[in-house]
């Protein structure tokens, strides 16, 4: 059977980091946390959003996972790296060419 982390598996941290910097404002810049909050209509604290991305939570809420999917246009799997190989193996290149070299 197949190794389910056969490569690193990137962090939530990373991920939440990864959505906010592709995932531009139609101005072109960031979206803020404010921003988002509001938009999740509660479900998490902008405060909050910013303790996820920086890494200071590392269990967010699967609500709070599905929010942030719903806000940034992602399918829930995107948080599920360690099913990436088995439905869409293509998100492993897509978050690769992400990260800085």
């Keep these: 059977m197949e ?6 598996v990137p ?3 990373q991920l939440v980091d990864r959505l906010f910097k592709e995932n531009r404002h139609p101005s072109g810049r960031e979206y803020s946390y ?8 509660g479900e998490v604290g902008y405060s909050s959003l ?3 991305r920086t ?7 699967y609500r ?3 929010a942030l999917c719903i806000f940034f246009g ?4 995107y948080f599920f790296p360690d099913l990436w190989d088995h ?6 290149d897509e978050f690769y060419a992400s990260l800085p070299e």
Aim: glycine share 2%.
């Design 55 to 61: 890494g200071e939570n590392t269990n967010p809420t």
């Design 11 to 13: 962090t939530i941290a």
């Design 87 to 92: 439905y869409d193996p293509s998100l492993w």
């Design 64 to 66: 709070t996972l599905l």
């Design 34 to 41: 404010r921003e988002v909050a509001l938009a999740m209509q």
């Design 3 to 8: 190794q389910p982390f056969s490569r690193p």
């Design 74 to 77: 992602k399918p829930p799997l």
């Design 50 to 52: 910013q303790k996820i």
